[in-house]
């Protein structure tokens, strides 16, 4: 998941600015001029300089070398503004990504934890840029290196690249090992840190209950687990250093060691020195930061950011998220309010919605109707009482199993496939025609020109940027799925549509409704009366909620639209 997601990010922040690739291959290349040349002008400086008397000779070959340096070092200087200008909207966008996470997760009032995880997209951050430097830079040394040799004498070639390879070989195998081990190093460090701050602040109550022995074979363990982590992550370390034998070091063995055999080929001294030069000068350091750089910031990215990715950090009860059995719903005695000493919003709330349930929600404004789509959503926690979806308490369970789209639509500058697809990169493109043609967003893209465009969500109605929001989340793996009014924005015949898609789709829907429009369409409704909850089909609660029969008497004065039955006359 996580490297499609880089990958999304990469592609977006590339092509906002296409043409910065083209300059980072322009100043890559004037990198390894030196890395080209070098092995020439040795060659050049001994044979036709030094040996051959000329020290002049060897010397301006040597100088040209050095002009060829000067001319990489400009460059190197250039790369990196490029690079920063590829990694800081990759950033921003993973940023944005983890903030909202956290303010839909419901932790917007836990500042420390969005400091963290902050502070993990920083490091997520100057990861990727290493990465991009040391693989880029392997790449372009190891082709300008290639066609050094080949032109210089090809006779080399066979006792150089062949190691080379193996060696880049050995070490990505090696990779997926690495990630796994350093993982389990990085969850063994954090375990022993918060082990040992709970004893820390609890030293006086040890020492006072005389607990010593228990908690210090507490931590004791957690320290035994992270020092086997370590030991483990050591080990797969250890291949590090055999890749960088076999490919960085073999190489000038096999020159060394070939040497008779090179000047029996006619080679002369000046160009297996030049040979040599392409090895220890150019080839070796870029192998070796390659395996240093990928091998530290390859495996950090990957760990960094399925942490920040794919769970955004624990649920506030500490555990991990979990998969509940389906999605039936069940409230016992739930009650919310909004601080320690605030009335309750919702107060003894019992309620079950099967599994595939629509239930449309209604209620005059300010009764908590968004307060309920918060729990169900496990957005909010209740103050008293369970929510459980499937039989996990809703804030605890897979964020891929529910969805809430609130009013306010959250649109982002992309590319309206990328907005579709946010919450399913790997959807079909059928899935995502289906999609568009079920929330009527065919006329959207057509003028945008495609779905590929990037768009302002500036430039969009509040309407089409909720048909986007409905649209995403249609595409999602959501079965349970919280609208709370989020199609205020459109009108009754798309707000319909939109209904009916979700309806069809299956899995089970909640409706905070805007229109009561929607409760008709609901298989069942729920009134919110005061601190009275009424659950029943529109035509039970017609005749038992005064409530519910005024507000439909109002919407039938009102607004009757043609097509939507006729509600039962008021008792
Ligand atoms: N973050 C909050 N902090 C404090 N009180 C809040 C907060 N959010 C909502 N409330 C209060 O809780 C009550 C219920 O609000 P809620 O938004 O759930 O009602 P609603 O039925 O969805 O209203 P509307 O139909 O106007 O959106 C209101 O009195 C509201 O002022």
Redesign the pocket.
């Known amino acids: 998941m996580s490297g499609g997601l880089v990958w999304i990010f990469l592609r977006r922040s590339l092509s906002r600015e296409p043409y910065r690739i083209v300059r980072l291959s322009a100043w890559s290349l004037a990198e390894v001029v030196p890395a080209f040349a070098g092995g020439h002008a040795v060659a050049r400086a001994v044979d036709d300089g030094f040996a051959a008397g000329r020290p002049g000779t060897g010397l301006a070959w040597l100088a040209l070398l050095a002009a060829a340096w000067l001319l990489a070092a400009v460059a190197a200087r250039q790369i990196l503004l490029n690079i920063a200008a590829v990694v800081e909207p990759f950033r921003d966008d993973l940023l944005t990504r983890v903030v909202s996470g956290a303010l839909r997760a419901g932790r917007d009032g836990d500042a420390a934890a969005v400091a963290r995880m902050n502070h993990q997209v920083e490091l997520a951050r100057d990861a990727l840029g290493a990465i991009i430097t040391v693989v880029r830079s392997f790449v372009f040394t190891l082709v300008s290196v290639a066609i050094g040799m080949m032109t210089l004498a090809p006779e080399v070639v066979p006792l150089v690249l062949p190691p080379v390879l193996l060696g880049l070989g050995l070490f990505l195998a090696s990779l997926p090992a690495l990630a796994r081990r350093q993982r389990d190093f990085i969850v063994a460090d954090e375990r022993t840190a918060s082990a040992v701050a709970v004893m820390a602040g609890g030293l006086r109550d040890v020492s006072a209950c005389g607990a010593e022995v228990r908690v210090a074979a507490t931590v004791g363990r957690q320290i035994g687990d992270q020092a086997r982590a370590a030991r483990s992550l050591a080990r797969v370390t250890a291949t590090r250093t055999l890749s960088l034998a076999v490919g960085g070091w073999l190489p000038i063995l096999l020159l060394l060691a070939g040497t008779p055999w090179l000047l029996g080929r006619g080679l002369t001294a000046g160009v297996v020195l030049g040979a040599l030069t392409y090895v220890m000068q150019s080839l070796t350091p870029a192998l070796s930061g390659l395996v240093q750089g990928l091998g530290v910031s390859g495996v950090r990215l990957a760990v960094t950011l399925e942490r920040i990715l794919g769970d955004q950090g624990p649920p506030e009860s500490g555990g991990p998220r979990r998969r509940p059995e389906g999605t039936r719903l069940e409230l016992t005695g739930v009650a919310f309010a ?2 320690p000493k ?1 009335e309750p ?1 919702i107060d003894g709330l019992d309620l079950v919605v099967p599994e595939g349930d629509h239930l449309a929600v209604v ?12 729990l169900v959503a496990g957005v909010l926690r209740p103050t008293e009482g369970s929510v459980l979806v499937g039989g996990v308490p809703a804030n605890e369970t897979h964020e891929a199993v529910r969805a809430l789209i609130p009013q306010e639509a959250y649109v982002f500058h992309g590319s309206l496939a990328e907005n579709l697809t946010y919450l399913t990169p790997e959807a079909p493109a059928e899935a995502v025609d289906e999609a568009v043609a079920a929330f009527g967003l065919a006329g959207l893209a057509q003028r945008f020109d495609g779905y590929d465009t990037e768009i302002d969500p500036a430039e969009l109605s509040a309407g089409e940027r909720q048909l986007i929001a409905l649209a995403r989340t249609y595409l999602s793996p959501a079965r349970l799925v919280v609208l ?2 989020a199609t205020c924005h459109l009108d009754a015949a798309a707000e319909a549509r939109a209904e009916a898609a979700f309806a069809a789709r299956g899995g089970t829907l909640i409706v ?1 409704a805007h229109r009561i429009s929607s409760a008709l369409r609901a298989r069942r409704v729920l009134v ?1 009366d005061g601190t009275r909850v009424l659950v029943g089909t529109h035509e039970d609660l017609v005749g038992a909620s005064p409530l519910y029969a005024d507000l439909v008497g109002l919407w039938v004065d009102h607004r009757l639209p043609q097509g939507i039955p006729t509600p039962s006359p008021r008792p």
């Open positions: 909004y601080g605030a919003v209620g005059p404004s300010g009764i908590g109707k968004s307060t309920l789509a918060g709370d009014e905070v919110m």
